[in-house]
């Protein structure tokens, strides 16, 4: 009894102290391609200008446009947005930790909401913040409408779900819960025929809305098919992309992105502490079918069509994952409760100085930016994605995104007498084509910031090319 009572406190004063985190620690960089895409959109939303990019993400970036009305800067407006959000996240998770372990409660609950990992993802002005939040509000609408006989408890997941889909399109994996519900609660074909057509309505709602923007349905349909396109066979990540052997890709996925980064946050102290919950740990982690259904069916998007490089695209499968992991661990072992206080304040260690870093370290693009604004001589730069920030930044020097050789070599030549730089992504570009760059490169500068905020650009080298 008396040790439940202190979990409580720490728990609850855990939680503040997250809150407190996710608002002064929202990141005022728009710092990649995508978050640059976000911000614009708060000023000016337009999805043929990649404001934002397709399919437009109209309810985060709604609520990034209530925010920014109080929050100048536009990225930092967007991770304020996810704070808001991942907030309420508190209610449902709580309530789906009370159907479990109903002694230990506010202690799961602050033990999911403090995962490190998911601190640094939600001050980030990315729409997985948000998106990861709606989730816990869809999953616990999911348990209750399993739990109901009223034909309108069906309502609410259908509408979450379009809310989801309308954050972060690349969640539409957990639709399976949805069905796996049906499948659970309803005999009549026409019900389910009708659920079907009202799920349909929903996310109308907010495709309708998108559409509108664009100048109508085929606009939109369009846009649909060039970005599914180009995420499935240029720049998305996908397998069908992707020149490494599976067993490296899975590998990847389960060791690095989800237990190394997701769930240890890249603290070796953390991992060990993991580790020993795990450990802990007495038979098998019991679930019930729909979270294995939502689990699998997410985990295997990730595999086979997200970018296995961006770890944060599992987020979402390792808040699931730990929370059963916990759900385990305190029916199993009742005599190592304290080892969770432990992996708790531990987080909030780790996933704090995390968020820290990355909303007071400049960025290597911006400190790329800065550096070369200070530059007197004539020159361009030649870089990979890195351009869309420096517009961003509206540097002053001239840049150009280039991917082809080929066009390297024609775009440069209309730069006669100028100095020509490369970033390293450029020249690893080239290598995949079968270049030789090593007698045309020079080592200039390399740029440092947080590998963990940006595995892609956290780290930028600089070339001078040399005839």
Not at 48 to 62: D, E, K, N, S, V
Not at 269 to 279: C, D, E, Q, R, S
Not at 382 to 406: A, G, I, K
Request: proline content about 4%.
């Amino acid at each position: 009894m008396i040790f439940r009572r202190f979990s409580t406190m720490i728990s609850i004063g855990s939680l503040l102290f997250v809150y407190y985190v996710f608002f002064a620690y929202a990141s005022p960089y728009a710092a990649t391609w995508d978050q640059v895409d976000f911000a614009l959109a708060l000023d000016r939303y337009d999805l043929l200008a990649m404001q934002p990019h397709f399919p437009g993400y109209p309810y985060f970036i709604l609520g990034g446009i209530m925010v920014h009305s109080f929050v100048e800067n536009p990225a930092q407006a967007l991770a304020t947005w996810n704070g808001l959000v991942m907030m309420s996240a508190t209610i449902p998770i709580f309530l789906l930790a009370k159907q479990y372990v109903k002694a230990h409660a506010w202690l799961l609950t602050a033990l999911i909401q403090s995962l490190s990992y998911v601190i640094l993802i939600v001050t980030q002005p990315m729409s997985e913040g948000a998106a990861i939040a709606v989730l816990w509000w869809y999953i616990w609408s999911l348990e209750r409408t399993l739990r109901s006989s009223k034909w309108s408890a069906q309502l609410l997941p259908l509408f979450l779900f379009s809310v989801i889909v309308g954050i972060r399109l690349s969640y539409f994996p957990f639709g399976v819960g949805i069905l796996y519900v049906w499948w659970k609660t309803i005999r009549n074909f026409k019900r389910v025929a009708l659920y079907f057509l009202l799920a349909c309505l929903f996310q109308l709602l907010w495709i309708g809305a998108v559409a509108a923007t664009e100048g109508g349905i085929a606009n939109f349909i369009k846009l649909a098919l060039s970005f599914t396109s180009g995420h499935f066979q240029q720049w998305g990540g996908a397998i069908s992309t992707d020149d490494q052997p599976f067993w490296h890709r899975l590998l990847t996925l389960v060791f690095y992105n989800i237990i190394w980064t997701g769930v240890a946050c890249q603290s070796v102290v953390l991992l060990i502490f993991w580790g020993m919950v795990v450990l802990f740990n007495r038979g098998k982690i019991n679930m019930s079918p729909m979270y294995r259904w939502l689990m699998a069916s997410y985990f295997s998007w990730a595999l086979f069509a997200q970018n296995i490089d961006k770890p944060r695209h599992i987020v979402p499968f390792v808040g699931l994952l730990i929370f059963f992991v916990l759900v385990r661990f305190f029916h199993a072992s009742p005599r190592f409760y304290a080892m969770a206080i432990i992996v708790l304040v531990t987080q909030l260690v780790v996933g704090a100085n995390a968020a820290r870093e990355q909303a007071t370290q400049l960025p290597a693009v911006y400190q790329l930016a800065y550096d070369f604004q200070e530059k007197d001589e004539k020159f361009v730069m030649f870089t990979w994605e890195e351009t869309r920030v420096l517009q961003y930044l509206n540097v002053s020097f001239p840049h150009e995104r280039v991917f082809s050789f080929d066009v390297f070599e024609r775009e440069k030549a209309n730069y006669p007498n100028a100095t020509v730089y490369v970033t390293d992504h450029v020249v690893k570009g080239f290598q995949a084509q079968g270049i030789d760059v090593s007698k045309h490169i020079r080592k200039v500068k390399t740029y440092h910031s947080s590998r963990l905020s940006d595995p892609v650009y956290g780290r930028i080298t600089v070339y001078e090319w040399m005839e």
